[in-house]
């Protein structure tokens, strides 16, 4: 069965700052995504990481897979007030397209 | 863009009823998804379709059951809700990662049930 962990579970950070959020998972894949989700909204998709040794950035986000290690990392970059969500990572099962979430990783960032 | 329509954003119920709550795509997508999201767990797959009149077992399917009639539309059904399925409902679709090379999902806004 695979399982996804992520950590920390819960970030506060001064804007400003940088920080790594970590996704860790249990089995084989090499196909890792992100999501973020603001209070009461759905999940809006971040990264898409197809292959070992991706790396994808988004303004001050950059996200990258290994997928020897099994682990992904999210890097806020002088992080502002406006990326305050919550942050999943989901992994791919290797039969096919389902796929396993993390728990969250809920970020504030404060003034 | 594609388009994850949830009929109901919020619902009230009694422990009993029966609870229908819909999903539908506008994109074509062979897959479709069925999740619940409570604190501190994340999102959990209840059931998962490849195509009209298929679908899967997730990990926690008990107390739920679904339809695929369209390929389009894709329903999650409580045949007698109880009080711990109070939870927000997530629809997803997506298509084959073996067509696409990618897995993305694509969320509808969320169903927010509370059943008393």
């Known amino acids: 069965e695979l399982k996804v962990e992520q950590n920390p579970l819960f970030l506060s950070m001064q804007e400003g700052k940088n920080y790594t959020i970590y996704c860790n998972y249990s089995?084989?894949?090499?196909?890792l995504y992100w999501y973020r989700q603001d209070p009461g909204k759905s999940l809006e998709s971040l990264f898409v990481?197809?292959?070992?040794?991706a790396v994808k950035q988004e303004g001050r986000l950059m996200a990258s897979l290994d997928t020897k290690a099994r682990l992904s990392t999210l890097h806020i970059t002088a992080a502002v007030h406006d990326l305050s969500a919550t942050y999943f990572c989901?992994?791919?099962?290797?039969?096919?397209?389902?796929?396993?979430f993390g728990e969250g990783t809920q970020l504030t960032v404060n003034p | 863009d594609v388009k994850v329509t949830q009929s109901s954003r919020y619902l009230v119920k009694r422990t009993g009823e029966k609870v229908f709550l819909e999903c539908v795509q506008d994109?074509?997508?062979?897959?479709m998804f069925w999740y619940r999201q409570d604190p501190g767990l994340g999102l959990r797959l209840i059931y998962f379709?490849?195509?009209?009149?298929?679908?899967e077992k997730g990990d926690i399917p008990e107390g739920y059951s679904v339809s695929r009639e369209k390929k389009e539309r894709f329903s999650l059904i409580l045949e007698s809700a109880s009080t711990n399925q109070t939870s927000m409902y997530l629809c997803?679709?997506?298509?084959?990662?073996?067509?696409?090379?990618?897995?993305?999902?694509?969320f509808g806004e969320g169903s927010r049930l509370t059943v008393l």
């Open positions: 990481l197809l292959s070992n040794g």
């Open positions: 089995t084989t894949s090499d196909r």
């Open positions: 989901a992994v791919e099962e290797t039969s096919g397209s389902r796929l396993t």
């Open positions: 379709s490849y195509d009209v009149k298929m679908k």
């Open positions: 994109m074509d997508h062979e897959n």
């Open positions: 997803a679709s997506s298509f084959p990662s073996a067509y696409v090379n990618t897995g993305e999902l694509f």
